[in-house]
């Protein structure tokens, strides 16, 4: 997936998570709202790797604007074990990397460091989500990442193919009405 694909994917995704979580009404707005336009820095982190010879996957979402969401998986098919939650002040703290959250009730923590690295990608796109016209220009940067993830009292390296922090301009508008 190329990656402003991708980055407005995941934009769109979190956002709508974000939507549920605190009240559609504060961004969503109706058919009648003329659009709005939002300026969102943050981060995305997504990784994989094997714990317990169990595949892992873990995704790391800052929002400045609207929410910053932990999710960890344990597993596949009918073994799997994880979920999501939504935290205050994020995960990334200049270069160090804490998160945590119960999974299948126990700690479930990645730790480590991720760092801005090489220059800025230009990222302008436009594409349509839950009844909005959603254009987003911006950059976003690689971040270089070296985290594991503690589970059960055992430790896996994880292995983050998308890992970049984002700086974007967001317009939405609604294609309902």
């Not at 999974?103 to 909005?132: C, F, H, L, M, W």
């Not at 950059?139 to 070296?146: E, G, I, N, P």
Request: include cysteine; aromatic fraction near 4%.
């Amino acid at each position: 997936m190329r990656s402003t694909q991708l980055i407005t994917g995941v934009l769109a995704v979190v956002a709508t998570t974000g939507l549920i979580g605190l009240g559609g009404a504060a961004h969503a707005g109706d058919a009648t709202t003329t659009p709005t336009t939002t300026h969102e820095r943050g981060v995305v982190v997504e990784c994989t790797g094997t714990l317990h010879g169990r595949s892992v996957y873990a995704s790391l979402y800052e929002n400045d604007r609207y929410a910053n969401v932990l999710q960890i998986l344990v597993g596949d098919g009918r073994n799997r074990v994880g979920g999501s939650r939504e935290d205050r002040d994020g995960f990334l703290d200049g270069r160090t990397v804490r998160a945590a959250m119960k999974v299948d009730g126990s700690r479930a923590a990645i730790t480590g460091t991720a760092r801005k690295v090489g220059a800025p990608t230009a990222v302008n796109d436009e594409y349509d989500d839950a009844g909005q016209h959603i254009t987003t220009t911006g950059s976003h940067r690689r971040l270089a990442t070296d985290l594991q993830l503690t589970w059960r009292g055992r430790t896996a390296p994880l292995s983050c193919g998308t890992a970049f922090a984002y700086d974007l301009m967001v317009t939405r508008e609604s294609t309902v009405g």
